[in-house]
């Protein structure tokens, strides 16, 4: 099973060219999945929809993500991800330990960095303390422990 990619898309603005298009993501006959990542405050013509599905037959398969406005599908959040301004996650924020685990999850962040389980935070229900979006946040070592296995527990 090939790995997923896991963004953080925040504060881009879309354009249009011609039509309302809007969000973190413009899906045009597709039908991607979107794993373990945030889309926060994204805007553009459309009125700030974070997934703009220009083909209603092409939807996006969305779970355990941070998604502003919500988002059906299992494990989403729409909360504040509480993103520091390099989009890393600050201390406290709701994507710490709260994503999905399993064969297609990646065990190093999007700089490589390992995927930590922080100690002093729950794991969401069936995960095993990964992240959402693309940047892990980094615990510490003898109090925290770092995830060498994504499998589901």
């Known amino acids: 099973m090939p790995k997923h990619a896991t963004v953080t898309f925040s504060r881009n603005t879309a354009g249009s060219q011609g039509e309302l298009i809007d969000g973190g993501i413009l899906n045009t006959e597709s039908s991607p999945i979107v794993l373990n990542s945030i889309l926060w405050h994204n ?37 504040d991800p509480m993103l520091n301004t390099d989009l890393t996650l600050r201390a406290g924020s709701p994507a710490i330990d709260s994503g999905a685990c399993g064969a297609s999850v990646a065990t190093t962040d999007i700089l490589g960095n390992p995927r930590w389980d ?22 510490t070592a003898g109090t925290d422990g770092i995830i060498t296995n994504v499998a589901c527990p």
């Open 43 to 79: 805007s553009g013509p459309a009125g700030g929809i974070e997934i703009f599905n220009d083909d209603a037959s092409s939807m996006p398969t969305v779970s355990h993500s941070i998604i502003a406005g919500g988002y059906a599908g299992t494990g989403n959040l729409n909360v």
């Open 118 to 139: 922080i100690a002093s935070v729950p794991n969401a229900a069936g995960s095993n303390a990964v992240d959402m979006g693309a940047y892990e946040y980094q615990g």
